[in-house]
């Protein structure tokens, strides 16, 4: 059982940077797949990236490769989305997810956190 929670959402100007954070509780942290997902309004749950157990393979979606960058801490239970260049259509609930799968899609992801609210101002 993983426990996820999110922060460092919040409104930004075009062109700006946040950097979410994602806390994780739990055992086995370090050999779960995780990934970030976001959802605008109106919009289904769209991947945006993923990374591996260890941390050294990550996979990104095309909207947000080059400008996204995501990474993972094992010792302290936490991983990261660095969000640079944003743009207004990055706006969106944001969420964190962790499974035992490599992939690109929800269904494969177990756990989730309650997710953070980015906002991106034009």
């Known amino acids: 059982q993983v426990q996820l929670e999110e922060s460092g959402g919040g409104l930004v100007q075009s062109g700006g940077s946040l950097r979410l954070s994602c806390a994780a509780s739990g055992r086995a942290f370090s050999t779960y797949r995780l990934g970030w997902f976001r959802q605008a309004p109106g919009k289904e749950r769209e991947f945006v990236v993923r990374?591996?157990?260890?941390?050294?393979?990550?996979y990104y979606a095309d909207s947000v490769k080059g400008r996204f960058t995501i990474s993972r801490d094992n010792a302290k239970n936490a991983f990261y989305l660095q969000m640079n260049s944003l743009k207004p259509e990055d706006t969106a609930v944001y969420f964190c997810a962790a499974g035992r799968i490599a992939s690109t899609q929800a269904m494969h992801y177990e756990w989730w956190g309650q997710g953070t609210q980015v906002t991106v101002s034009s």
């Open positions: 990374i591996s157990w260890s941390g050294a393979s990550t």
